[in-house]
């Protein structure tokens, strides 16, 4: 993990009441659904589900409307997750309306900078990789679109240690 992002992200979050959350990938149909998914399962099975505002955008528009990749949603099925979010587009207003804004990539971490309009804006944009605690050879989460299942399965895998990270952080800070 990097501990500068989770110590920065803790004082963020630290005394909220609800705790507001965007994942961004590049067309909203992989990466951020499963994330939402995934991070919504681990608060709600710790009974934590009603501090937490989970939802997931793309940086793209290309999906707008549909369900996330029908392969993501039978990987994530095969864990217990159900992949029901419709895609949709980041817009300026969900600056205004999350604490955290988490980037899958490096490009959708630079494409949501150009976005914010302020240094308010910008200190939320986050990268998820930076919650991941496992050994990995990956400092990202990589887009598994024209990989086979494993690549859906590795970033399921990553999106479950960095969740389980980054839900047990909000869980410190309520008890301080």
Not at 36 to 61: H, K, N
Not at 91 to 111: H, P
Not at 124 to 146: C, H, L, Q, W
Not at 148 to 156: D, I, M, P, Q, T
Request: glycine letters at 8%; a negative charge; proline letters at 2%.
């Amino acid at each position: 993990m990097n501990q500068n992002t989770v110590d920065r992200v803790g004082r963020m979050i630290a005394g909220k009441d609800k705790i507001r959350v965007l994942f961004v990938c590049l067309g909203n149909i992989c990466r951020s659904p499963a994330a939402e998914g995934v991070l919504r399962s681990i608060v709600e099975s710790r009974g934590d589900g009603d501090r937490w505002v989970i939802d997931s955008a793309g940086t793209g528009r290309w999906h707008i409307g549909q369900l996330p990749d029908k392969r993501m949603r039978v990987h994530a099925l095969r864990r217990g997750l159900v992949l029901d979010h419709h895609c949709r587009q980041v817009c300026m207003s969900d600056f205004d309306d999350f604490d955290l804004v988490v980037a899958m990539d490096g490009e959708n971490e630079y494409n949501l900078r150009q976005m914010a309009r302020t240094i308010a804006d910008d200190e939320k944009i986050v990268a998820m990789a930076d919650f991941i605690s496992m050994a990995t050879r990956y400092d990202y989460i990589p887009d598994p679109y024209y990989e086979g299942a494993e690549g859906f399965e590795l970033v399921l895998d990553l999106l479950e240690n960095a969740c389980a990270n980054l839900a047990s952080l909000a869980g410190s800070q309520s008890s301080r």
